[in-house]
């Protein structure tokens, strides 16, 4: 396994000299065994398998994209994690609810399979309280606060139909004691997911990112 991408730390193609070998670990994880120092700021990469016969074969994605100054490393010098799943990628949802009793549970459903279509018996994802504070609510409760997360993992092949992936999904509150579920008002929340791969040039370095609650 290797990593390849669009800058000289990296190479460019399976044939590179310079691309990064992973290891393999326990839990099929794999790793480099050295960080990758660059001064870029943006870069976009891939994964590669090569076989015995020097067949590569890649993790049916074009490119992704790693924008330092959105994951906060540039600036600060910070190392980063690059921690990807293989053929997919993970969206993190996030939501706070003021008030939630131990009988009862906040979950998301949508549109697509690994949201259970619409099914909430069929395939429910369970939000989990995080342990960080957050303060994107702090102006509106006072404080910071712990929403509630939950990150699910798509298949990369969304992204390969030259279209945007469109995510539709809701919030839950299910009573664990009467077991009735409590929708959002509010029409379906929308995701629209692009392959942002095509002339990256830095397009959300600078811009805040925020939250609906």
Do not use: C
Not at 17 to 46: C, M
Not at 81 to 109: C, G, L, Y
Not at 170 to 175: A, D, F, G, V
């Amino acid at each position: 396994m290797f990593v390849i991408g669009d800058i000289a730390e990296f190479g460019s193609a399976a044939s590179s000299d310079n691309k990064i070998p992973l290891t393999w670990t326990a839990g099929h994880i794999w790793v480099s065994e050295r960080p990758v120092i660059t001064t870029s700021q943006f870069f976009k990469y891939k994964y590669i398998m090569i076989d015995q016969r020097s067949k590569a074969r890649d993790d049916e994605t074009n490119f992704r994209v790693a924008d330092l100054d959105v994951m906060g490393g540039y600036q600060n010098s910070n190392r980063i994690n690059m921690e990807d799943e293989w053929e997919s990628f993970k969206v993190r949802f996030t939501v706070f609810h003021p008030v939630i009793h131990a009988n009862q549970q906040i979950r998301i459903s949508g549109n697509t399979q690994e949201l259970g279509n619409w099914d909430t018996n069929s395939s429910p994802i369970i939000m989990q309280q995080s342990n960080r504070l957050n303060h994107w609510m702090s102006e509106k409760y006072g404080e910071n606060v712990r929403p509630y997360e939950a990150i699910v993992s798509f298949k990369n092949k969304y992204l390969l139909a030259g279209k945007p992936f469109v995510l539709q999904y809701n919030y839950s509150l299910i009573n664990g004691i009467r077991g009735n579920e409590e929708w959002e008002r509010d029409p379906h929340r929308i995701l629209e997911i692009n392959d942002a791969t095509a002339g990256y040039k830095g397009t959300y370095r600078g811009q805040n990112s925020s939250n609906p609650n």
